[in-house]
């Protein structure tokens, strides 16, 4: 079983990219799913998460109107587009699958995920 998030590079402040997650199994898409990221000397933080059926979305409020999750290929693929990038978005950005389906005032705890990917590092320059 794998979660396997790809899409991160260095950019430029102002540049975008797209994050992606595959799931090995394709009951993940019966779950809901979430991006975190950790800063380098910072506790892991909540991003953005998606409900199993891809309708409801939820996001740290310093990406809001930034970046857009969503669900793909039979909901097996997680999408986190990143636009509008600036240097506090540098981190390792971890993809995750939730234990519920239907995410709630629980969505931004790394409790109610319960399987993490490897993550992939996005390097924002001024």
């Known amino acids: 079983v794998q979660l396997q998030a790809s899409g991160g590079g260095l950019v430029q402040a102002g540049d975008s990219l797209r994050l992606s997650c595959a799931a090995s199994?394709?009951?993940?898409?019966?779950?809901?799913m979430g991006w975190f990221r950790q800063a380098a000397g910072k506790e892991r933080e909540f991003v953005s998460a998606v409900d199993s059926d891809g309708t409801t979305t939820y996001y740290k409020n310093s990406v809001k109107g930034r970046f857009t999750i969503s669900r793909g290929n039979g909901k097996i693929m997680v999408y986190l587009q990143m636009d509008s990038l600036t240097p506090e978005d540098t981190a390792v950005y971890y993809c995750?699958?939730?234990?519920?389906?239907?995410?709630?005032?629980?969505?931004?705890?790394?409790?109610?995920?319960?399987?993490w990917g490897q993550g992939t590092l996005v390097t924002v320059s001024s």
């Open positions: 995750a699958k939730s234990r519920f389906s239907i995410l709630d005032s629980d969505h931004a705890l790394a409790s109610a995920y319960d399987f």
């Open positions: 199994e394709r009951a993940f898409s019966r779950y809901a």
